[in-house]
């Protein structure tokens, strides 16, 4: 069924190692079906670039792609498998998410900071945002409210905090749907397989909007994770069938806290962490 979609959108929980093994059988699947394929993985930043294209022809080796191709932490138990049958199999790799620092800026500073990137980072992330999808943004606001990140905030110290960090979500969506559009002239006719969290796909909302929005005319296919109540008896709730056109079903994992102290001492560190970050370009 997915051999005559353009893009596939496979979403992940970042720390759940089944939704990594899904993607690589899948894209196992899709060569064996059709290797003119492209991957597009919301790991790596447009800033990299280089260095996973010199990683991927061999010129650098994995300690290189860590040190200055920004591979995340968990990348050797998420992703290397998969960017080694790219390499194998000479599949490209496209680098499409915004730089960590572009994201932290515009969350610090508001959507307008764009303009204000270096000449020499233009390209590294869009040069414009939609800020009017009002489903994304309620999904989005509704995700902060029950993180407890507007804790000790006027409603309107609140509301501008939420559309600064709203502004960095749609900075990462629109710079990767720009960078799969661009990797779909730079390889024609190819499909490509993008790799992100759930939250950018599900629902066709977040960076899939923002690519049937630029370009209509693709088709476009989402898969998305669900995790199910009872391992022993797996299935999805009949809402949860809305989240993608496909979705597949993970065990739950271990609670991060039973406490609910801890969990928020947990948060607390976490915002503390964050209001220390500066925005340095």
Known sequence: ELSVTDVVFIGEFHSHQAS???QLQLLEALYQQNPNIVLSMEQFTRDSQDVLDKYLAREYGEETLFE??????????SYRATVEFARENSIPIIAANSPAMHVRCVGKKGADFISKFPQEQADWSAKELDLENENYKEKFMSFI????RSHGQTAEQQKERQMKTYAAQLLRDTTMAESIIDAMAKYPNAK?????????SDS???????LETLKPALKTTVLSPVTVEDSNKPAAKAEQYTQGDYIYLLRKMPKRFESK??????ISK???KRMKEACDL
């Open 145 to 148: 409210r029950e993180s407890g």
């Open 192 to 200: 490509v397989v993008h790799l992100n969290g759930s939250f950018h």
């Open 261 to 266: 102290t801890k969990k928020m001492a947990s």
């Open 20 to 22: 990594h093994f899904l």
């Open 68 to 77: 200055e191709g920004k591979a995340w932490p968990h990348y050797k138990g």
């Open 270 to 272: 976490l915002i503390r």
């Open 204 to 210: 066709h909302l977040g960076t899939t909007a923002v």
